[in-house]
């Protein structure tokens, strides 16, 4: 492992002691280098601000419990966002969907509920609207690929606003709403519910797209709209 890695790594799990010890809104830079024995200098070399390593530490979990339930060449680490800093990090799959899905959410899951009070503080902190823009936008590009996949079959496909959107559906619907509800509520999830949770969220989405597809077959035009003038009033 490279000496930058290492000292991240460290960083990171100092950080987590912080904040399992104080509010995370009491943990400032400051704390976390006096704790580390290093400088502000060493410290803004590798990440930006608190929040950047607030990030940061959730792929580091992330990570460690993926590459649990994944052989190394079934991850994926490129999230696909331009300025993602922390891309040498999994955060998905490849392959069937079908299949991995379960494997994938049982991780997730599992990463969110090993570190619940971490993800509460912060959850209850400012960074928390960066964490959240910063997962969904990471998570979006894959859910895409899902749904890409699902369309590869079809005669017909959406346009780009349309496929937007269904991401965006789906990604709030499954990887943010794990965390949400893990956090708020310390859901425990048995390996029984999150196959479930990922069963469904597959047949969900087969089900759009398999609606979806027969409706773009229908070229039935829609009446053109009534002008003002005549329009009937109501008394």
């Not at 502000?40 to 792929?59: E, G, I, Q, V």
């Not at 077959?217 to 003002?228: L, N």
Request: proline residues 3%; negative net charge.
């Amino acid at each position: 492992m490279a000496r930058a890695d290492i000292t991240k790594r460290y960083i990171s799990d100092v950080f987590l002691e912080l904040v399992d010890d104080m509010p995370y809104g009491d943990v400032t830079v400051q704390h976390i280098v006096e704790r580390c024995d290093i400088s502000r200098k060493t410290f803004y070399y590798h990440f930006s601000n608190r929040a950047d390593l607030a990030m940061y530490t959730f792929r580091r979990l992330l990570a460690q419990t993926l590459r649990k339930y994944f052989l190394p060449e079934e991850l994926v680490y490129d999230s696909g966002v331009t300025d993602d800093k922390f891309r040498n990090l999994p955060l998905y799959y490849v392959g069937d969907f079908d299949l991995e899905g379960r494997r994938f959410f049982r991780a997730f899951s599992l990463c969110i509920g090993e570190q619940t009070v971490f993800f509460r503080k912060l959850f209850s902190s400012v960074d928390w609207e960066s964490f959240s823009r910063y997962v969904f936008a990471v998570y979006k590009p894959q859910l895409r690929r899902d749904l890409e996949m699902l369309f590869e079959s079809k005669p017909n496909r959406p346009d780009e606003d349309v496929m937007s959107y269904l991401a965006t559906y789906f990604t709030n619907l499954s990887v943010v709403w794990i965390i949400n509800r893990r956090i708020m509520r310390n859901m425990e999830f048995r390996d029984e519910v999150t196959d479930i949770l990922a069963c469904t969220i597959h047949d969900a989405m087969r089900g759009v797209v398999d609606s979806l597809s027969a409706r773009l077959d229908v070229t039935d035009e829609f009446p053109a709209a009534i002008s003002r003038d005549k329009t009937p009033h109501i008394r």
